[in-house]
């Protein structure tokens, strides 16, 4: 018996590979058989000269250990493809793939820009944080206005001539447009914006908006109200009637809130019009002469109009929903209701 022969056959053990079960008996046959080679090996130790049989001894037990092993753990990566072939089920249908939906906010402003934009009107987008330049000054808000008051607005540095705060409205998209731009300009402008308010079903400290401005030579309100009509008719259906009352804001003059006829009960009263049977949807107006000459445009020469809007109160009149909560909340319950809705 040879050291040799043993260790030859331990590393072709090792390295063997099996590439189906039948190589895994195969191997068992030629090493643990009737004529295998470890089988053999054992014959042979019986002849073995007594003073070496205690070490001989050992590194055939090694070794027949070592075979076992590895064809008890080939046998077994078999057995596991083995399993899950017969478990799966080839033929079975797929999982379906669970497509997501559009948040609800998302899809008005996406038919508000789109309804706009074929009016002719661009998409401006502006900074969230801003100055108390773009939120307050260059729309004629006086000093002492309450609308800058830390209750009503989220400072980031209130302190100095020019704060950084979270503007409140998307009115501050206007006068960067009126910088970058010269008239004509045509642009709505959605965005987030941020209050300082106690939130409930009817009030949230972030909501959206979208604000309109319209610069040109010769634009009037009678612009600005057919921009509207137009624009609710698409919005709510070709019934939808408006009425203007007049309004007070800094930056425009004259101001108005606009209304829509309730598309629940048809103008006839009901409890979501509080009987009255209109529904207040935006703000609007003509721009104050001083809030174009800030922005550097000449107010004798040109007019315009601008309209003010909140994303989630034309949503929420659109499908009746009655908490505003709702939307911020994402509990998939609630958007997947917006599922068939493109
Ligand atoms: N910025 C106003 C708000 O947040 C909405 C608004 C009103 C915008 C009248 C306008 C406007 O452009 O003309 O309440």
Redesign the pocket.
């Known amino acids: 018996m040879d050291r040799k022969d043993i260790d030859n056959l331990l590393d072709k053990i090792e390295q063997f590979r099996a590439e189906k079960l039948q190589d895994v008996e195969e191997l068992r046959v030629k090493l643990l058989g009737k004529k295998g080679e470890i089988t053999r090996l054992f014959e042979e130790f019986r002849s073995v000269a007594p003073e070496m049989k205690r070490e001989f001894g050992k590194v055939l037990n090694e070794l027949k250990t070592k075979a076992a092993e590895k064809i008890e753990s080939l046998r077994e990566s078999f057995e596991d493809i083995l399993d899950t072939d017969t478990k799966t089920d080839f033929t079975k249908p797929g999982d379906a793939f669970e497509l997501g939906t559009r948040h609800p906010i998302s899809l008005v402003r996406e038919e508000i820009l789109d309804i706009f934009g074929r009016f002719g009107f661009a998409v401006a987008e502006g900074p969230e944080i801003e100055d108390d330049w773009h939120v307050f000054s260059a729309?004629n808000f006086p000093p002492e206005h309450p609308a800058r008051d830390m209750q009503d607005t989220f400072f980031i540095n209130p302190a100095g001539d020019d704060p950084i705060l979270l503007r409140?409205?998307?009115?501050s998209v206007?006068v960067r447009t009126m910088e970058r731009q010269k008239p004509p300009i045509r642009v709505v402008c959605p965005g987030r914006?941020f209050r300082n308010e106690a939130i409930s079903a009817r009030a949230h400290c972030i909501f959206h908006?979208v604000?309109?401005?319209y610069i040109d030579e010769g634009v009037s309100f009678a612009d600005l109200k057919q921009a509207i009509l137009l624009f609710v008719q698409e919005m709510f259906g070709p019934q939808t009637q408006i009425r203007m009352r007049p309004?007070y804001?800094p930056?425009?003059e004259p101001?108005?809130?606009v209304d829509i006829s309730c598309n629940i009960c048809g103008g006839k009263g009901c409890n979501i019009c509080k009987g009255t049977g209109w529904l207040e949807i935006?703000?609007?107006?003509?721009?104050d002469p001083n809030v174009l000459e800030a922005s550097g445009i000449d107010s004798t020469k040109y007019t315009g109009?601008?309209?003010?809007?909140?994303i989630e109160r034309i949503a929420m009149l659109k499908w009746m929903v009655n908490d505003l909560r709702h939307y911020f909340e994402n509990d998939a319950r609630f958007l997947k209701e917006f599922r068939s809705v493109l």
């Open positions: 729309l409140t409205h998307t009115s206007q914006v908006q604000e309109g401005l309004s804001f930056f425009t101001s108005t809130e935006m703000g609007a107006g003509m721009v109009f601008a309209f003010g809007m909140g």
